[in-house]
């Protein structure tokens, strides 16, 4: 059975006079790879920050599990686990000096299990030979994979990623990508990932969230968007333009 681990019901978000977000409501369910897409200034940005519950929505309701995000903001949110804008680490710091500074937010890990659950984050992100070095020292892939480590403290189900492969070169997308495959596998980890690189959504999303001016005019299988082989790019584009 599928189990729903994040509601959007009927959000709206204004601020003065302008609606950044309308009326807008789907689920996501876990284990699955979301990908969020829509043109510059569609509203992206902000659902992930009211998803977050960084920003409060004008009406409607985000529930994830069974918590309400605005009402029952610290269980809701030990559930998700969120890059927004690129990760800011302190440079000086190694990579295990980080995560272990920023568990200590995370009043559900136990102190006698933080060691081992950091050490173990380190390995599932690839860091562990890394993990002393100065995060100075470190690629901008690693420090991506540094903030996945960050967002998985307290093991979430779900991550959300703004825009993760943002300046990454190939090489850095294709390792950010196969990482992104083989948590969901070991983990049952879902992903909510915003990008405008098309093609690399395509290589890893199970389905798609497409909003256009605040509206979510799209939802539901990769599959049903593309037609025959069909890149994202061209079926996003023709979706735009109808
Ligand atoms: N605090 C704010 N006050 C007023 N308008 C805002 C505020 N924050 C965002 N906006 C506007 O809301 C709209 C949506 O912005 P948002 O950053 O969510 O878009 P986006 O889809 O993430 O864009 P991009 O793909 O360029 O990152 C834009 O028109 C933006 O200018």
Known sequence: MTKLILEVDRVTKRIGNKTLIQETSFKLEKGMIYGFIG???????????????????????IRIGTYDVQKQRKQALANVGAIIESPIFFEYMTGRQVLRNLSRLHSEIRS??????????????????????????????????????QAMLGSPDLLL???????????????????????????GLSFFVSSHLL??????????????????????????????????????LELMLS
């Open 39 to 61: 043109p510059n200034g569609a509203g992206k940005t902000t659902l992930m920050r009211l998803m977050t519950g960084l920003i409060q929505p004008t009406s409607g309701a």
């Open 199 to 236: 093609d690399e959504l395509q290589l890893m999303c199970d389905q798609l969230i497409v909003i256009r001016a605040g509206v979510v005019i799209w939802t539901g299988n990769v599959n049903d968007l593309i037609v025959d082989g069909q890149r994202l790019e061209d079926a996003f």
């Open 161 to 187: 990623l703004d825009e993760p492969s943002n300046g990454l070169d190939p090489l850095g997308m294709r390792e950010l990508r196969n990482l992104i495959l083989q948590l969901r596998e070991s983990r």
């Open 112 to 149: 006698a299990d933080r060691e081992k659950h950091i050490d173990q984050l380190l390995q599932s992100v690839e860091l562990q030979s890394r993990a002393d070095d100065k995060v100075k020292t470190y690629s901008l892939g690693m420090k991506q994979r540094l903030g996945i480590a």
